[in-house]
């Protein structure tokens, strides 16, 4: 294991690539603060200046420092759990963020390759400098995603992040080059005597571009709140279970192209095996199909070796007697499978109007650069721009679903998940979750016909599934009904994110729901409705897509509020339990309002609060098919469970880039 701790300075040329190859950073106190000594102003001026000046430390204070495992495994230890610097990281020169950026795009001409500083294409920017400026010294340096989100959802302000995005999407006269020629690392805010911030920004090229880092002022400073919300994000600390919250919003939002998620693990418990680092989070991610880990430990969250020895106590009566096990029957009653079998015969046949889809679509995916994964197409008003995304345009360009090889094809696995489920009396009920674009085809191909179905291979393998004796809740019809409903700017699927909304999501539990209360064992189940009450609220939600768009587009794409639900168990929000009778289980389709956003209004939650019955939510953020393995590490967990949902998006049924190997 290599541990490499690095310290911020001012950096000739070698340095400062050290500083970007390592991806560590300390800061330790340097030239004084620009803004307003407080030291010897007026208890007021003290206590005004404190709120929007964040504190020029004394000694060097390390973001993190790097703990290298093996090739695939690091360790990232976070010595002071804020948000910017739990933040910065994640972002800074993470090996799951950058897998596969280092390859030089084959259009690259380097028509510019050879310009000089002074020549740089960047009128956003000022004070181009080699050289790390002397006014960040003694600061903490910032991731600039993350924290430009935090600043339009306190301030209203999207400007940074224009400014930003403008600067990563410098083309240097190449245009259809589609990677980013260079991104902001380390990004710094400076308060000034007047209240306002200064933004300097350590701006690093691509490897492939041979040009060196080099650093500069943004033409732009922010006035109002920003400096007090600056300060509070680098100086409020977070509980481990703010930081577990983080670690998961994190996993989903990175989830659909760096297919991230987080591994089963207890916070301040040794990982890797046999290893002194002491994670609270450990984030698996696969962008290439090849996985890696990156953990977050902080000190204040690791569990002494007392603690150690109590957690393996309490898990041992936990696994010993925590679980109630319930008497339980099958219910083997197939009407509502072969009544859903009969409405999809011939329900959506492939003829001239799919076909016209088909082709439309695939030119439109050709005309993508091969690195582009999401894209946009507006509506007749800005509140109805949608952006879409690759993998699910893929989906509905497939094949015969069960003709896939054994890795890929989804029945023989999910036939062997019934089987087992099958042999120890538990019902299993799959609910694929259609794509946005299979819903809004109208909108993602201009001139289709809005009740037009798109997806012959998808709805087909829906009767094959039924036809092999899986019980499937085809959720479809009731989303294409939705619609009706729509209300620009909210939709029965987010705008700009892969997930559903409150009004899709409500249409699908409403189904879900009255499907749960015909199974015969529902009376003996112990249901009590009315148990929990729900309470309306919104959340903001930054579309997971928009990261995926060219770099010159993403800044038109701000956080969308959305009206949401939360559910309460007395004051308390809501939240199954082990000995919940149903387990929902599957990809973000499960988690997005449930373990992230508002929380506790999720699939799970509306479903608990409409039937009455406890449920239990298991997530993997790193795609449906690997769900099921968690599942089978929960035997004594399933000794309470009379029904297994196996809820995930469809688009995970075809050329799936997590396999769906044999039950284990």
Not at 179 to 184: H, I, N, P, S
Not at 623 to 652: E, N
Request: with cysteine; net charge negative.
């Amino acid at each position: 294991m290599n541990i490499i701790p690095f310290t911020c300075r001012r950096m000739g040329l070698a340095a400062a690539s050290l500083c970007v190859s390592l991806g560590l950073c300390s800061c330790a106190s340097g030239t004084p603060d620009p803004a307003t000594d407080v030291s010897t102003a007026s208890p007021e001026k003290q206590l005004s200046a404190s709120r929007a000046l964040p504190p020029a430390p004394s000694t060097p204070v390390t973001v993190f420092e790097l703990h290298v495992e093996s090739r695939d495994k690091q360790v990232r230890v976070i010595d002071k759990p804020t948000l910017a610097a739990l933040d910065f990281a994640a972002y800074y020169d993470n090996p799951i963020r950058l897998a596969g950026k280092d390859e030089k795009p084959e259009n690259y001409k380097g028509g510019m390759a050879g310009a000089k500083l002074a020549e740089y294409p960047f009128p956003m920017l000022d004070s181009l400098s080699e050289y790390e400026p002397s006014v960040v010294a003694g600061r903490q340096p910032l991731a600039w995603e993350p924290l430009s989100k935090i600043l339009y959802a306190q301030t209203g302000d999207d400007s940074l992040a224009r400014v930003l995005s403008a600067v990563e999407a410098v083309k240097w006269s190449e245009p259809d080059v589609f990677r980013a020629f260079q991104t902001v690392g380390r990004f710094w805010g400076v308060p000034m005597s007047d209240g306002s911030v200064e933004w300097w920004a350590e701006i690093l090229p691509a490897t492939w571009t041979g040009r060196t880092v080099f650093f500069a002022k943004l033409k732009f400073a922010s006035h109002g709140e920003t400096a007090e919300v600056l300060n509070h994000y680098i100086t409020a600390e977070l509980t481990l279970e703010d930081a577990m919250n983080w670690a998961r919003t994190l996993s989903s939002y990175w989830y659909p192209t760096l297919n991230t998620d987080l591994e089963p693990h207890t916070p301040g418990g040794f990982w890797p095996e046999g290893a002194k680092t002491q994670p609270f989070a450990v984030m698996r991610g696969n962008p290439m199909g090849k996985p890696m880990w990156v953990a977050f430990d902080v000190p204040a969250f690791r569990l002494s070796e007392e603690q150690i020895r109590a957690q393996a106590v309490a898990d041992s009566l936990a696994a010993a007697g925590e679980v109630v096990p319930v008497n339980r029957a099958l219910d083997t009653t197939s009407d509502a499978r072969l009544q859903t079998l009969a409405s999809l015969e011939g329900s959506c046949p492939a003829n001239a109007e799919t076909a016209k889809f088909r082709a439309t679509l695939e030119k439109t995916l050709a005309k993508l650069p091969k690195e582009q994964n999401a894209w946009a197409t507006a509506g007749a008003t800005p509140a109805e721009s949608f952006l879409w995304f690759r993998r699910n345009a893929n989906y509905l360009l497939a094949d015969k679903i069960t003709g896939q090889d054994s890795l890929h094809n989804p029945l023989p696995r999910l036939l062997e998940l019934k089987h087992y489920l099958d042999s120890i009396g538990v019902q299993l009920l799959v609910v694929p979750v259609p794509v946005k674009e299979e819903i809004y085809a109208e909108r993602l191909v201009a001139g289709t016909p809005a009740d037009l179905c798109v997806n012959p291979a998808g709805r087909e393998f829906t009767r094959e599934m039924l036809a092999a004796g899986l019980d499937v809740l085809d959720i479809y019809p009731a989303l294409m009904a939705a619609k009706a409903g729509d209300e620009p700017p909210h939709f029965s699927y987010q705008r700009y994110d892969t997930h559903w909304s409150l009004p899709g999501m409500l249409a699908a539990m409403e189904q879900l729901a009255a499907r749960v209360t015909q199974y015969s064992w529902y009376g003996d189940a112990g249901a009590k409705p009315g148990s929990l009450n729900m309470q309306e609220t919104t959340t903001m939600r930054e579309g997971d897509l928009v990261a995926h768009l060219p770099d010159a587009e993403k800044a038109k794409y701000t956080a969308d509020t959305l009206p949401a639900m939360k559910i309460f168990k007395g004051t308390e929000p809501y939240k199954g339990g082990k000995n919940a009778p149903i387990l929902l289980m599957g990809d973000s389709f499960t988690g997005v309002f449930e373990s992230v956003d508002q929380k506790s209004g999720g699939p799970g939650s509306l479903l608990a609060y409409a039937t009455g019955l406890d449920v239990q939510v298991l997530t993997s953020w790193g795609g449906g098919p690997g769900v099921y393995h968690r599942m089978m590490k929960m035997k004594k967990d399933m000794q309470s469970k009379r029904l297994v949902i196996y809820m995930m998006t469809a688009r995970d049924f075809w050329q799936s880039p997590m396999e769906w190997d044999a039950l284990r």
